[in-house]
T-cell receptor, first 115, second 112 residues
Framework: AQSVAQPEDQVNVAEGNPLTVKCTYSVSGNPYLFWYVQYPNRGLQFLLKYITGDNLVKGSYGFEAEFNKSQTSFHLKKPSALVSDSALYFC?????????????FGPGTRLSVLP | EAQVTQNPRYLITVTGKKLTVTCSQNMNHEYMSWYRQDPGLGLRQIYYSMNVEVTDKGDVPEGYKVSRKEKRNFPLILESPSPNQTSLYFCASQHLPDDEQFFGPGTRLTVL
């Protein structure tokens, strides 16, 4: 069965500092991996995805994520946090080798960027 | 504009009164899905559909029904709602196999 863990419920970081939001996953085959962001009272917005190829993926709003197969991780990073990055972040996985599999989302990590 | 629409956006109902939440996408996506979002639990998939007339259970299908008679529509049906179905519901669609999902704005459902 597929699963996603986001070990931190909450991450606090000062504006201008680098941020990391952690994600680890479990799939039986090879993964498609995604990060989404949810602002208050809004739906989910896509940030970036890993399908294949380069392990470092760059996405929207200056975010990037690194796929690490040996550690089964896909941590989200940004070199310099903005107050406007404060939101709820979700990691998601789908098994690339099992076409009929559904998506599984992590529980979410709330990021607070302090001015 | 490419989008996923859901209606209604807010609904307050009573236990046992059948309801339908509609979902429509204008991107000709094969895949559509319903999720519920609850505090501390993230998004949990209720049902998904790989194409017209093809639906399958997600992680929390009990108490829900879906249908996919047309490619663009994927309604969520609660035949006899109960208070534990009070939640925020999202519909999503995507082009298979590896595109990102596009999410609707959400439907906040309260069952009294």
């Amino acid at each position: 069965a597929q699963s996603v863990a986001q070990p931190e419920d909450q991450v606090n970081v000062a504006e201008g500092n680098p941020l990391t939001v952690k994600c680890t996953y479990s799939v039986s085959g090879n993964p498609y991996l995604f990060w989404y962001v949810q602002y208050p009272n809004r739906g989910l917005q896509f940030l970036l995805k890993y399908i294949t190829g380069d392990n470092l993926v760059k996405g929207s709003y200056g975010f990037e994520a690194e796929f690490n197969k040996s550690q089964t991780s896909f941590h989200l990073k940004k070199p310099s946090a903005l107050v406007s990055d404060s939101a709820l972040y979700f990691c998601a996985v789908r098994d690339r080798d099992n076409y009929g599999q559904n998506f599984v989302f992590g529980p979410g990590t709330r990021l607070s960027v302090l001015p | 504009e490419a989008q996923v629409t859901q209606n209604p956006r807010y609904l307050i109902t009573v236990t046992g009164k059948k309801l339908t939440v509609t979902c429509s996408q204008n991107m000709n996506h094969e895949y559509m899905s319903w999720y519920r979002q609850d505090p501390g639990l993230g998004l949990r998939q209720i049902y998904y559909s790989m194409n017209v007339e093809v639906t399958d259970k997600g992680d929390v299908p009990e108490g829900y029904k879906v249908s996919r008679k047309e490619k663009r529509n994927f309604p969520l049906i609660l035949e006899s709602p109960s208070p534990n179905q009070t939640s925020l519901y999202f519909c999503a669609s995507q082009h298979l196999p590896d595109d990102e999902q596009f999410f609707g704005p959400g439907t906040r459902l309260t069952v009294l």
